[in-house]
């Protein structure tokens, strides 16, 4: 029996339609949940105050710290390396094994669990290097574990600039690298900041390759060699040991606000870039 | 004859491809070079061996000698960079940077290290007006260069290569994507470039090639057929082959 072309097109769009509803109405339930359960718990005092009682009483302002910390330095060390070795393969190669065997390779790391991260940077940065559970420790393991994803999306963003714009770059007398630096990363951006953003998201969300390597001190670190335990770990150990339910839920929503707040933040400054550019 | 580019015995692969067979040409100062023939006959290449944009195409070889004022551009210990400050380039599509006009101007000054401001807009001011374009954008130097007509694009993209002040024009089908007036209005342009600057132009558009060209060179499957000066080539071509694509019979 075949159905009419009309009719194909009606389904299709009642079907596609509805997978997009079902997905926004599943994203919002969860943040509608959350939110709910968590928004009446949050006070200054619950985002300003030390714990008290593991958790169960007082605020979570260490873990803040740590939230704040532990990606902004995992991202210092990924981005250079991933963004350089991105430019390094579009850019300054030709497609060849070995350029195919490290992609390949990215792809399998990026595939990874994430706490096989989390136990390569406990044997590794912890115990070998003796650097113990610290934020330095747990920057670098989740330096590794973002790496590849800045580079395959650093890396799509930059073959994404036209040919074109190199080709006159070069001919009005630029060299490959200035090329890179005024044409080509600056064409690129928006993709790297996309990259950086779920880096970000990832490294927030991060629970297991975090525990491993920088810990879960409850006291504000005053360097990068001290430990500290970040929101996800917080509500992980508040929810996994009985410990508080109310506060575990307000600490998720203190996450999910500054997942949100990063995110518009970055994106209004990258479109503050665009536009300043290009006026 | 006043030479500026002396191209002798080139040749240019890509990789197996034999594109630019012993090719042999003479460049006239101040002169307008147009290079004809047929789509793949070599010409863009050729155009391209001259200020050595071919380097950055994968497998490209070549052998041979290209001197500009006398110096082979191909020898060692050529800046390339430098040489292409020398020999400058317009594009077959207006291809400005999504930049503002006045940064798309002053890109190759920047590059080269120029940050003193003022000498900058004087510069962007003076290759504006040589490329008859200040009028038109003298008020809006900070809007995107994306947002002019195509035409004015591509006098854009003319002002962007006079800015960093090259002896040698080369002109790519520079009006391929321009309707007949936004042309007629290059053409003009280029006539009065020819002037202080030497010009050499790849196009498609015979009657183009007769109207603005002192020299053509019509080329075929790589190889120069005939080089001349255009009255000569076009009213009284010397090979038959030349003959069969002028008058339309070939290409």
């Known amino acids: 029996m075949r159905i ?33 359960k968590g928004l009446p718990v949050l006070s200054l005092g619950f985002l300003l105050d030390n714990p008290q009682e593991m958790g169960k009483a007082g605020g979570i302002f260490p873990t803040l710290v740590g939230t704040l910390i532990l990606p902004l330095a995992a991202i210092i060390i990924a981005l250079p390396a991933g963004v350089g070795t991105a430019v390094y393969l579009s850019e300054y190669t030709v497609e060849n094994p070995a350029t195919r065997i490290i992609r390949f390779g990215t792809d399998c790391l990026a595939g990874i669990p994430s706490i096989i991260f989390g136990l390569f940077g ?43 714009y190199r080709e006159v770059s070069c001919s009005l007398g630029a060299t490959r690298w200035e090329t890179v630096l005024k044409v080509v990363l600056p064409n690129a951006l928006p993709g790297i900041v996309t990259g950086v953003m779920l880096s970000i998201g990832r490294c927030i969300g991060e629970t297991a390759a975090v525990i491993f390597t920088a810990g879960a001190s ?34 998720a929503a203190v996450l999910i606000l500054s997942v949100l707040l990063v995110n518009s933040v970055s994106y209004w400054m990258m479109h503050r870039f665009i536009s300043r550019r290009t006026k | 004859m006043d030479i500026a580019i002396q191209i002798s015995n080139l040749d240019l692969f890509y990789g197996a491809f034999h594109a630019l067979k012993n090719v042999n040409l003479k460049i006239e100062r101040h002169k307008i070079t147009a290079l004809i023939g047929p ?6 290449t050729l155009l391209r061996a001259l200020n050595r944009m071919n380097d950055l195409i994968q497998g490209c070889r070549t052998t041979g000698e290209v001197l500009l004022e006398g110096k082979d551009i191909y020898g060692p210990g050529v800046n390339v960079c430098e040489l292409r400050n020398k020999v400058g380039m317009v594009f077959q599509r207006p291809n400005p940077f999504p930049l503002s006009i006045q940064d798309n101007v002053s890109f190759g000054l920047r590059v080269a290290g120029q940050k003193n401001s003022a000498i900058l807009d004087e510069i962007v001011e003076k290759s504006l007006q040589n490329a008859w374009l200040w009028e038109h954008v003298k008020d809006k130097l900070e809007t995107s260069a994306l947002e002019l007509p195509l035409d004015q694009q591509q006098r854009l993209c003319v002002a962007r290569v006079l800015a960093v002040e090259p002896d040698v024009i080369l002109m790519d089908e520079p009006c391929s994507a321009l309707d007949p007036i936004s042309t007629a209005k290059i053409e003009e342009l280029m006539l009065e470039l020819r002037r202080r600057y030497t010009i050499a132009i790849v196009t498609h558009n015979m009657q183009q090639a007769s109207r603005i060209s002192d020299y053509s060179a019509y080329m075929l499957l790589g190889e120069m057929i005939e080089f001349g000066i255009t009255t000569q080539i076009f009213e009284n071509p010397k090979d038959k082959r030349t003959e069969d694509y002028i008058t339309g019979r070939y290409g």
Not at chain 1, 11 to 36: H, K, N, P, Q, R
């Open chain 1, 218 to 251: 409850l006291r504000l670190p005053h360097s990068v060699f001290d430990s500290t335990r970040t929101m996800a770990v917080h509500f992980y150990i508040l929810a996994r040991e009985g410990i508080s339910n109310e506060n575990a839920f307000g600490t």
């Open chain 2, 39 to 44: 789509s793949g006959c070599g010409k863009s």
């Open chain 1, 122 to 164: 406990f044997i590794f940065f912890v115990t070998t290097l003796k650097m113990g559970w610290c934020i330095l420790s747990g920057a670098l393991t989740l330096a590794i574990m973002v790496l590849p994803t800045i580079i395959r999306t650093s890396e799509e963003a930059i073959k994404a600039v036209p040919a074109s």
């Open chain 1, 4 to 36: 009419p072309p009309r009719n194909t097109q009606a389904l299709a769009v009642a079907l596609l339609g509805g997978a997009t509803g079902l997905t926004l109405a599943i994203l919002v339930f969860v943040i509608v949940f959350i939110l709910g």
